[in-house]
């Protein structure tokens, strides 16, 4: 597995706004990937407020999780948010223990 930290390469952008596809029903997916790309590329209204640091996990080359670490100015606390991946334990500990590493 592979953890890749990204800006705004549309390979990543894709892959982050396709992985809920991927794991939900379309009953259960409630993301508006219109807002979610506005975030992941800081043209959100709120983006002025906070930055996204924007990760993928790849099984097999595969998209099979991610994340983003949110910071704000002038608070130590690192928030994270958009986790999901697929069903699978050993992705979920991979995931986990790079959001660790990274809000270190």
Known sequence: MECIQFQEEKRYIKDFL???KQIYKSDFNTENPKEVKSLLLGKHPLSKYFTL???LIYKN???AGRFVITVYENDSTAYLGFF???KEEAVATFLF???QAYAK
């Open 97 to 99: 223990e790079q959001a």
């Open 61 to 63: 080359r595969k998209a």
């Open 53 to 55: 640091h924007k990760f």
């Open 84 to 86: 999901e991946c697929i």
């Open 18 to 20: 396709h992985l809920p």
